[in-house]
């Protein structure tokens, strides 16, 4: 799976929206781009995901650049429960050598929401 | 809504004791997953399994084992558990396929004294 960077801490507003950026330079043409967040002492909640065009869910937006090789997911109206650490995964259909698909999460990104 | 849930949230044990992690979802999901989460190290697959009965090793198996009886519920065992297999650890389902999202249990804090 091709690995992702991220900055490890950002801080957003209550209110407005959050932008969480990740590059992703060397991702293959079936890998897809996931994100995940894990709010302390919880297990990981999936958000969205996506491979070439941009997707939006009632949770938040992904936006994939053209040559795929970043993308930002966007909360709209950050509120302090989405407070949490982010992780941008690429991983193909057939990650891992099987189709079973398993999840690799790097540092991923601090959001702090401030009031 | 749909639902993964694990049997305990924080459980502490002594080393050389048998452990049971039991993992349990309600989606009809043939794929289930045991990972472990430590510090630094980020989400480390132990054990998955893709239907009944039916376990691949994941990247860390060593110390483990998993039994998955019916298609709801899959196990984790610590056949002798140490001290370093203190950690949080997480169960997940998704439907067949690697594209498909996986959703989580809450995670069961282990400590092995």
């Known amino acids: 799976d091709a690995k992702t960077t991220q900055p490890p801490s950002m801080d957003c507003a209550e209110g407005r929206a959050a932008n969480l950026p990740c590059n992703h330079s060397t991702i293959s043409g079936n890998e897809y781009v996931y994100w995940y967040r894990q709010i302390h002492s919880q297990g990981p909640q999936y958000i969205i995901h996506g491979l070439k065009n941009n997707e939006t869910n009632e949770m938040a937006s992904l936006i994939i650049t053209e040559d795929r090789k970043s993308s930002t997911l966007i909360l709209p109206h950050a509120t302090l429960r989405d407070t949490a650490v982010y992780y941008c995964i690429v991983r193909g259909v057939n990650a891992g050598g099987t189709s079973y698909g398993k999840l690799t999460f790097g540092q991923g990104t601090i959001l702090t929401v401030h009031p | 809504d749909v639902k993964v849930t694990q049997s305990s949230r924080y459980l502490v044990k002594r080393t050389g004791e048998k452990v049971f992690l039991e993992c349990v979802q309600d989606m009809d999901h043939e794929n289930m997953f045991w990972y472990r989460q430590d510090p630094g190290l980020g989400l480390r697959l132990i054990y998955f399994?893709?239907?009944?009965?039916?376990?691949e090793k994941g990247d860390i198996p060593e110390g483990y084992s998993v039994s998955r009886e019916k298609k709801e519920r899959f196990s984790l065992i610590l056949e002798s558990a140490s001290t370093n297999q203190t950690s949080m650890y997480l169960c997940a389902s998704s439907l067949r396929g690697a594209q498909n999202e996986q959703f989580f249990g809450p995670g069961t804090r282990l400590t092995v004294l």
């Open positions: 399994s893709y239907d009944v009965k039916m376990k």
